[in-house]
């Protein structure tokens, strides 16, 4: 079956209910287009009687690479419909953590509902969900980009994925994805047996205690992701992480200190020029988001490691207090 039929299937599948509420990529649409501009260029290229070699023989791909045709309808909506969907994906996610990390009457609620419902059961569904949607839509888009530039013998394509990353909208590379995977092994999700089927992926993380701790992620159709967990200056395994706006995860107290702010001011106090470590891109603090499932696994697996870094990080932000709050006296009293 080819991916053009498997992802029409998809879209009015079971999940049907939940795309009507999300975006998705409009792969036949984009398809048309394609095959317009393809009939299209090979027209025109016919009309001015372009010279052939007789040695080369006329292919169905036009051969500009740059197209205003493609390049006004293809890449704009390609562009907002990428941005939509990681946006859909990332609300459904943070939506779905919220819900198993609930504190007071919230999760007193929850206990309520529990007694007239499976709720473990509901979260396994909509993590399901939520896998095979963010997966179904980055294939289609690999795909479609992959056909543009076979069209017009381009690598606009390969640009326009790097654009992506560089709008922070390649699916398979949001934080949010290593929280969902983060969630589903804190849950014991991994042991359902549905989990396992081939439809919806499997998740391990079995490394946290080497050098090079990793997340393996395997999503539907063999698409098997790696996430490394190393803290890049630290060199350990990351402690109470935060994924900076540019993608890259670091320890708490190593990014409070890479952009100059005590570890109890917060990531987010830290001013609006501070760079990122690895990238150097700047303003990547402000919104940055706290892998709280991540740090919840790592407590789990890995429990002597997860007390010990506690217990450093707590005294040096009791250290940094201590200072900060002397110096202020100190300006506040004159001496």
């Known amino acids: 079956m080819k991916f053009g039929e498997t992802f029409t299937e998809y879209l009015r599948g079971e999940e049907e209910w939940f795309l009507e509420k999300c975006r998705h990529v409009e792969y036949k649409k984009l398809k048309k287009v394609l095959k317009k501009c393809k009939t299209t260029c090979n027209s025109t290229r016919s009309n001015d009687e372009h010279i052939i070699s007789s040695t080369t023989s006329l292919s169905d791909s036009c051969q500009c690479q740059s197209c205003p045709w493609c390049d006004e309808m293809f890449f704009e909506e390609l562009m907002k419909e990428a941005s939509d969907i990681a946006g859909c994906f990332r609300s459904r996610v943070r939506h779905l953590l919220h819900l198993h990390v609930a504190t007071g009457m919230q999760r007193y609620m929850m206990s309520l509902r529990r007694c007239f419902m499976d709720e473990r059961q509901a979260l396994l569904q909509e993590g399901q969900i939520l896998i095979q949607y963010i997966t179904m839509n980055a294939i289609a888009i690999r795909k479609i980009l992959k056909k543009y530039d076979k069209v017009h013998s381009s690598v606009n ?80 395994t990351v402690f109470n992480p935060y994924a900076l706006k540019c993608g890259h995860i670091f320890c708490k107290a190593c990014a409070c200190s890479a952009a100059s702010v005590m570890i109890f001011q917060g990531i987010k106090a830290a001013p ?40 450093s990080e707590r005294s040096e932000m009791v250290k940094q207090s201590k200072m900060f709050w002397n110096e202020q006296t100190k300006y506040m009293i004159g001496y």
Not at 178 to 202: C, H, M, P, Q, T
Not at 294 to 301: A, G, Q, V, W, Y
Request: with cysteine.
């Open 157 to 236: 394509g390969k640009k326009f994925k790097l654009k992506m990353r560089a709008e922070r909208i390649e699916l398979l590379h949001s934080p949010w994805l290593i929280e969902l995977g983060a969630f589903y092994l804190n849950s014991g999700l991994d042991k359902v047996e549905n989990l396992n089927n081939s439809s919806f992926g499997r998740v391990s993380c079995d490394y946290l205690n080497d050098d090079q701790p990793m997340m393996q992620l395997m999503l539907p159709n063999s698409i098997e992701l790696e996430f490394d967990l190393t803290c890049a200056i630290c060199l350990e």
């Open 272 to 311: 609006n020029n501070s760079k990122c470590p690895i990238c150097r891109e700047v303003g990547v603090y402000a919104e940055a988001v706290h892998m709280i499932e991540l740090h919840l696994l790592l407590k789990i697996r890995n429990k002597e490691y997860w007390k010990e870094r506690m217990i």
